[in-house]
């Protein structure tokens, strides 16, 4: 009898083991919440999180996972509503733009997603979501943008190319995680982040170490731009001062230690052909004089044809107006550089002469397809901007009910 109740008992162990383990499995692919009536599965979030693991994403990524897949949800019943209807062709054209982008092939990025858990099926429908938003927005916001009027294109060129770009010279050091003994490149990485302390010592480690492809070179990445630096890595490297090794920063089976050799900012601006500029000479005002004359310029004179009839009060060949070409322009560069169109600044020459100078305009060194190129930014800017405020309504009307 013993022994029969004892078979029994563990009969039932198994059989109520293989129910929990059935149910488990049913229960990961149940509904988590539903967004305007539209399910979203356990499994669903179970795999945009590992998504977001695979891209670098820290903090709360089940929260983000939640939010990017009620995101998805809105963008594909917006586009059905409209009636749009993507291609699978479309579709796996807009997947293999992703992946080149990433400089990597469709196969490679898939492979190397299967390996973080992320099934294809859940990749390929992220790019749908997104490649149908793209289409929504160029078929109701598009013709409405052609015909807006936009701002004056030399003016969009002056903020386009006078730009600050932030570089950072690296070393890297690339530690594969072994699954065998996981927790070994993390004391790697934090051995190397506690005590290295040159550039020297660093590249010689990076020779015995380092994954990476750079490891022949010492680990030189070399300059940078730093917005174009993975946001993985980005954080790390802004908190971290010239000559000093960064936190250790783990991206899927990988470890990154990077040593700042030095950061810099460097300026650019467009190139001009030629300065439209007008000057009235003051020579014998005192300074308080040529103070108020400045002022009452600026109140009285927009522009320089303005400027030019204020000019009539004094002798004619005390103003002038002309278009010099800007490696001519001598003293009057600096000055000049400095100055936003219709703006009037003070200039004292080496000879003595005293001038109020005001810009008329910058002739820029821009032809016919790099204005188009900018137009096309302004509108893609525009409709980024109204497809955004679009999708902000829709969510905060959203029904999003947790089961």
């Known amino acids: 009898m013993t022994t029969r109740l004892f078979t029994f008992v563990i009969l039932l162990f198994v059989f ?4 929990n383990f059935a149910y488990g499995q049913t229960n990961l692919f149940a509904t988590a919440f539903t967004v305007n009536g539209a399910a979203v ?7 945009k999180v590992r998504y977001l693991r695979f891209l670098g994403e820290g903090g709360n990524i089940k929260s ?35 992946a080149e982008n990433s400089n990597n092939s469709l196969n490679g990025l898939l492979n190397q997603l299967g ?18 938003w793209t289409e929504f927005a160029r078929s109701v916001f598009g013709p409405r943008i052609r015909d807006l009027p936009l701002p004056d294109v030399d003016e969009k060129l002056l903020l386009e190319y006078r730009t600050t770009t932030n570089l950072v010279n690296l070393l890297e ?25 040159t550039p020297e010592d660093f590249s010689l480690t990076a020779r015995n170490y380092s994954a990476s492809s750079t490891r022949n070179e010492g680990g030189a990445v070399g300059w940078l731009n730093i917005d174009n630096v ?32 030095g950061k810099r900012t460097e300026s650019s601006s467009v190139n001009f052909v030629s300065i439209d500029y007008a000057t009235l000479r003051v020579d014998g005002l005192g300074a308080d004089q040529v ?27 005390n103003f002038a107006r002309q278009t010099v070409e800007r490696a001519n322009l001598g003293a009057l560069a600096d000055p000049l550089s400095g100055l ?6 003070r200039v004292e020459l080496d000879d003595g002469s005293s001038y109020l100078v005001m810009l008329c305009n910058r002739n820029l060194v821009v032809d016919e397809e790099v204005r188009e190129r900018i137009l096309n930014n302004l509108r893609n800017r525009k409709l980024d901007d109204m497809s955004r405020n679009h999708y902000s309504k829709l969510r905060a009307v959203a029904i999003v009910r947790r089961k």
């Not at 530690?175 to 302390?197: C, G, K, M, V």
């Open 16 to 19: 109520v083991a293989k129910i």
């Open 41 to 47: 599965s356990n499994f669903e979030i179970d795999q």
């Open 64 to 98: 983000k996972a939640e939010e990017e897949l009620i995101k998805e949800k809105i963008y594909i019943q917006e586009t059905e509503r409209v009636g749009i209807d993507l291609t699978a062709k479309q579709i796996h054209a807009a997947a293999t733009d992703f």
């Open 115 to 132: 390996r973080s858990g992320v099934n294809k099926e859940t990749f390929f429908g992220y790019i749908e979501a997104q490649l149908a």
């Open 173 to 197: 050091i690339v530690i594969l995680i072994d699954e065998n003994n996981p927790d070994q490149a993390e004391q790697i990485a934090q051995e190397i982040y506690r005590s290295i302390r």
């Open 230 to 261: 993975s946001s993985s890595f980005r954080n790390a490297i802004n908190r971290t001062s010239s000559g000093r090794v960064t936190e250790p920063v783990k991206v899927d089976n990988l470890y990154y230690v990077f040593f700042v050799l």
């Open 291 to 317: 103070s108020s004359l400045q002022a009452t310029v600026v109140n009285r004179s927009q522009n320089c044809e303005e400027f030019s009839e204020f000019s009539t009060q004094f002798n004619a060949e």
């Open 340 to 345: 936003d169109n219709n703006e009037v600044t």
